[in-house]
């Protein structure tokens, strides 16, 4: 009798360590039949992607065909250095763009404009370039550095202190020159195929210019059409399809 006991125990155990083993597997087998799906449609999904001009490899960021030196505005970018213009600086010309500033006010941002002199003559030579490549190492990824956008954007908010200033004292076709500046830096960073520089646009385009419409316009007009207030771009977008 023991013995048959222990067989029929031994049976039992043996169909459920089975019966366990079959359940796993199916629930495997379901919560991995949603991947499997997904995987099979991974080759259509990189074709359509490659169809639209997604970059899906850091090869894909490279801008093609490739700008050259004589019309590119990033090499001018690149020189630009304004590690003279200090946090208290910027202060000084936040404001001098806010309504009503002080004589004091605009005394003191044109002297912070002053120092920037040589940077604003890089910008306003690199405004009229047509493209804007800075032969990034996309390979990189997250290491790769972005120096020229903190810069950038701070040449941008002493060139709307400078076109404050010219437009309150009463040279309003010099506020525009100096709008049209600022507004081909955000052209220029269109070029960029990431998220960050999209982001300094906005925060280039928000910054308080003079106070007249004409240069809000001009800002949004020279931004999307580029240096000269050209309608097409010269440098074409990147095609990545096939």
Known sequence: MPDKRRKRL??????????????????FNLARSPYERAAASL????????????ALTPEDLIQTPRVADERNAALLYQQINLANITSTDEDVLTAVRKPHPTPAQRKAASAVILKAAPALLLAEKAADLPGCDFHRSW????????????????????????????ADSGYPEEALRSIRIGACITYHLGDEPILIPLLVRIAIERLRYPR?????????????????????RTTPRRNLGP
């Open 10 to 27: 031994f049976t039992y155990l043996l169909m459920a360590l089975t019966a366990a083993v079959f359940g796993l597997a199916c629930c």
């Open 139 to 166: 390979a990189l990824g997250p290491d790769l550095p972005l120096p020229e956008y903190g810069v950038l954007r701070k040449l941008a908010r002493v060139l709307a202190a400078k076109a404050a200033i010219q």
């Open 212 to 232: 007249c419409s004409a240069g809000r316009n001009m800002l949004a007009g020279a931004s999307s059409s580029g240096p000269k207030s050209r309608v097409s």
């Open 43 to 54: 080759p259509a999904e990189l074709k359509a992607a490659k169809a639209e001009g997604l």
